[in-house]
Nanobody, 126 residues
Framework: QVQLVESGGGSVQAGGSLKLSCVAS????????MAWFRQPPGEEREGVAT???????SYADSVKGRFTISKDNAKNTLYLQMNSLKPEDTAMYYC????????????????????WGQGTQVTVSS
């Protein structure tokens, strides 16, 4: 069993930055694929970025050039650096882990990820 705990959300003005963190309860980052999803109010959960066990990354078109997914294997931690934030980035953000080692990773589908964090809220005001 793996537990994921996100942190780093908050309220910022448009153009600002936030860095989300997701700590895994045991050493997982070297062997599994991971992702960030988000769910705006009243909408479905969508994939934001993925990182495979080798460090290869993929992004949604809406965040390319603004968000960066990364991981620190020694700290069992996944990150999402979010720059140039826009009001449309407002959502609950979730990290997720996929134990199946298969590909492709993009686009990420919620049913492919079997471990989820509790979410951290990001609110961007104009």
């Amino acid at each position: 069993q793996v537990q994921l705990v996100e942190s780093g959300g908050g309220s910022v003005q448009a153009g600002g930055s936030l860095k989300l963190s997701c700590v895994a309860s045991r050493n997982t980052n070297m062997r599994y694929h991971m992702a960030w999803f988000r769910q705006p109010p009243g909408e479905e959960r969508e994939g934001v970025a993925t990182i495979d066990r080798d460090g290869e990354t993929s992004y949604a078109d809406s965040v390319k050039g603004r968000f960066t997914i990364s991981k620190d294997n020694a700290k069992n931690t996944l990150y999402l650096q979010m720059n140039s934030l826009k009001p449309e980035d407002t959502a609950m953000y979730y990290c997720a882990l996929r134990s199946a080692p298969s590909y492709p990773l993009w686009p990420p589908r919620t049913y492919e990820y079997n471990y989820w964090g509790q979410g951290t809220q990001v609110t961007v005001s104009s």
